[in-house]
């Protein structure tokens, strides 16, 4: 089973708030990946860190998006203006070489 | 670039009957192809790892094998449960960054 912590499991915004969720990985497990998944059940790659370091991320994530991966504290991801599409479980996960271990996810509800 | 592709949308078993999803993929490189289980509320939890070494993995009474021809990959249980039921995704750990690449899932209900 996943070690990976997730906090808060549920987050409600209103339309422009900044909304802010956090990951704590699986012990070991240098990379760290945030993504995105839709109520249709679509899987969005925002961004990954090793070390970190941000390894790639996607356009949408350079914009409202931020995330870090500070040693010695947990990652965490911040939407600077919540918009109603932004309605989604972001869920992170750790990887060990190639299998990625998921944590239960942040669900955002934007008003 | 690297694709995935999940066609069954939802499979309505009975107990015991037998579960069967296929994917097909499509990459430059040799893939490693995952499987994930969603239950509800819940993150994406791995359930099998099959690369071009093995072939096949088994766990929790699932059965995974690919298929290098065809291009495909397949998740197979001889006798499902209540407790199957689920989402089920399949996936490609992709080149570069090895972000995974999700087709769209399967529904499986399970009704005793």
């Known amino acids: 089973n996943s070690k990976v912590i997730q906090t808060p499991r549920y987050l409600v915004k209103g339309q422009g708030q900044k909304a802010k969720m956090r990951c704590i990985p699986e012990?070991?497990?240098?990379?760290v990946f945030w993504y995105q998944q839709n109520k249709n059940n679509e899987f969005k790659f925002l961004i990954n860190?090793?070390?970190?370091?941000?390894?790639?991320q996607i356009d949408m994530t350079e914009k409202r998006f931020s995330a870090e991966c500070p040693s010695n504290s947990p990652c965490s991801l911040e939407i600077q203006s919540s918009e109603a599409g932004d309605s989604a479980l972001y869920l992170c996960?750790?990887?060990?070489?190639?299998?990625?271990?998921f944590g239960p996810g942040t669900r955002l509800t934007v008003l | 670039g690297d694709s995935v592709t999940q066609k069954q949308g939802q499979v309505t078993l009975s107990e015991d009957d037998f579960l069967f999803i296929n994917c097909t993929y499509s990459?430059?490189?040799?893939?490693?192809l995952l499987w994930y289980v969603q239950y509800l509320g819940q993150g994406p939890q791995l359930l099998l790892k099959v690369t071009t070494a093995n072939n096949k993995g088994i766990s929790r009474g699932f059965e995974a094998t690919y298929d290098k021809g065809t291009t495909s990959f397949h998740l197979q249980k001889a006798s499902v449960q209540e407790s199957d039921s689920a989402v089920y995704f399949c996936?490609?750990?992709?080149?570069?960054?090895?972000?995974?690449?999700f087709g769209t899932g399967t529904t499986v209900s399970v009704s005793p």
């Open positions: 012990k070991g497990h240098p990379v």
């Open positions: 990459t430059t490189t040799y893939p490693t």
């Open positions: 860190f090793q070390n970190q370091e941000v390894l790639q």
């Open positions: 996936a490609l750990v992709g080149q570069g960054g090895r972000a995974l690449i």
């Open positions: 996960a750790s990887r060990t070489e190639y299998e990625q271990y």
